[in-house]
């Protein structure tokens, strides 16, 4: 069961995510308290929809290997390995090559989601939420290897769910990634080929959604590149920003 | 030992094989047909591999890979033994793939090829169905192709590693209505099971319950509704799955 009236986190060292306001989400998160993922469902990515990343591949969809331009939305799927909560760090495998840090919109889905029509698509979404959805930068988007995106830690989600009726318009959020000491990178969800109906719609015409998933909006073109030290925070809107760092080895040690 | 889980008055239970049929975990005995079969476990991560036989590489026009060709499902478009899957009425090329299912049993990171075996619980045969109209050359195999709701096919046992004496010489058929079109031999495979171990936990974290399918070998023809679609795996069983066209599929 996935039930979500107002914001769900899950903080570490508590059994159960609770559901409370806004208002407590950031008491909660002022004293630094790291937390789990918000969810356990499937995490569906979804890629190219942000206008500018079809458009810089200009006329090479046309030409080998993609042959034509995106028909159905381009998905992937964040396996449970990869799930990282706010306060996450993670791990770089190569400095040179650094992390691309896609910050973007989660739809999280509230009901079961088969053939749903674009006019309400809506209903089916519980709440939204913050995916920094991580890869090793990559050129080709014909056939990459899993371990550019499936990584230990590579989808980190949260803080919180924030419930459907706190968001007036998923289709008009700003979206800012920031890497520490740099300027923040600025997106916004208004550029998205399939808006978020649009995309449940599609989706669902061939799989079904079920409570508890999410499926990304997609990352932004151009997302920044992170590197083993860096600090980062992802924000859409008001929302509580995720806020994670980049580490060379795992568990962190300093 | 053989595990199945199938749903029966009320409850799912775990399930044996029974000469009458099958022996429920309370005892009691049902006719095979008379049970609801689900997928034998619950799926963690699904993982697949893309052309990890040679011969079915060649048939699909491919050269040789520098790494495995590995995509991942989602756990929602599985399905069990006896289960109907969906041939959309605008499609001309769907077929079966049987496939070697790996059940890891423990918690797998930076396993080497030699000790990767002790991180497998066991096996069930698959039927990973793809529908060839819907192939777009972005992150292939793209999701429309092969994580349809009831295109991945597992069962009907659950089979205890222990229990299989060499896995890498079982062999594999498909058929259709009775006749023969698929058959292989999992001495063929490209990539190795220790070798597809050691390679995805040398950048990922395996869990009990991620499942790897691992190939096909060549022999996929297209089906049609009506189909019926029997995969067998030396050791693992008999996997039967039927073809249903968008009316016998009964949307309202």
């Known amino acids: 069961m996935f039930a979500l009236d107002d914001h769900r986190i899950h903080l570490a060292a508590e059994p159960f995510a609770r559901d409370v306001d806004a208002r407590s989400v950031s008491a909660l998160l002022a004293s630094g308290a790291a937390c789990r993922p918000p969810v356990d469902g499937t995490v569906y990515g979804t890629l190219l929809n942000d206008r500018a990343a079809l458009d810089a591949l200009g006329g090479a969809v046309n030409a080998a290997p993609y042959k034509a331009p995106p028909k159905a939305p381009v998905l992937y799927v964040k396996p449970r390995n990869t799930f990282a909560g706010h306060r996450a760090r993670v791990v770089v495998p190569d400095d040179e090559q650094g992390v691309q840090v896609g910050g973007s919109l989660g739809v999280v889905i509230g009901r079961t989601a088969c053939r749903v029509h674009v006019g309400n698509a809506l209903d089916y979404v519980a709440g939204y939420t913050v995916v920094a959805d991580l890869s090793v930068p990559h050129e080709s988007v014909y056939r990459p290897s899993v371990r550019f995106r499936a990584r230990d830690g590579f989808c980190v989600i949260g803080p919180a769910v924030v419930a459907r009726r706190h968001v007036s318009d998923p289709d008009a959020l700003r979206v800012a990634i920031s890497i520490e000491g740099t300027e923040p990178f600025i997106a916004n969800t208004s550029t998205s080929i399939r808006d978020v109906a649009r995309l449940i719609a599609d989706v669902t015409d061939f799989m079904t959604l079920a409570p508890g998933d999410v499926l990304t909006l997609g990352v932004p073109h151009g997302a920044p590149v992170a590197h083993v030290g860096d600090e980062i925070g992802v924000a859409i809107g008001d929302w509580p920003p995720l806020c994670f760092s980049m580490t060379a080895k795992a568990g962190g040690g300093q | ?252």
């Open chain 2, 1 to 252: 030992m053989m595990r199945g889980r199938v749903a029966y008055a009320g409850a799912i239970h775990e399930a044996y094989p029974h000469e009458r049929g099958v022996r429920l975990a309370d005892g009691r005995v049902c006719r095979e047909d008379e049970v609801v079969w689900l997928a034998p476990v619950q799926p963690g991560t699904i993982f697949a591999l893309g052309l990890n036989y040679a011969e079915h590489a060649k048939e699909l026009q491919f050269s040789k890979q520098e790494e495995p060709l590995v995509f991942l499902k989602g756990a929602g478009s599985v399905i069990g033994h006896r289960g109907v899957t969906r041939r959309p009425a605008d499609v001309t090329f769907m077929h079966y793939e049987c496939e070697l299912a790996v059940v890891i049993g423990r918690p797998a990171k930076e396993v080497t090829r030699d000790e990767a075996m002790e991180y497998v619980a066991g096996y069930m045969i698959a039927n990973d169905y793809a529908i060839r109209d819907y192939l777009e050359n972005y992150y292939r195999p793209n999701l429309r192709v092969k994580n349809r709701d009831g295109g991945t096919v597992l069962g009907p046992w659950f089979v205890d590693a222990a229990d299989i004496d060499d896995v890498a010489q079982l062999e594999l058929r498909t058929y259709v209505n009775g006749t023969l079109h698929q058959k292989g031999n999992t001495r063929d495979l490209v990539t190795s099971i220790p070798a597809l171990i050691e390679y995805l936990s040398s950048f990922m974290t395996l869990a009990p319950g991620d499942i790897i399918l691992t190939g096909t070998p060549e022999g996929v023809v297209n089906v049609n509704a009506g189909d019926e679609v029997v995969c067998e795996i030396d050791g693992l069983g008999r996997l039967v799955n039927a073809i249903a066209s968008d009316a016998d599929f009964n949307r309202d």
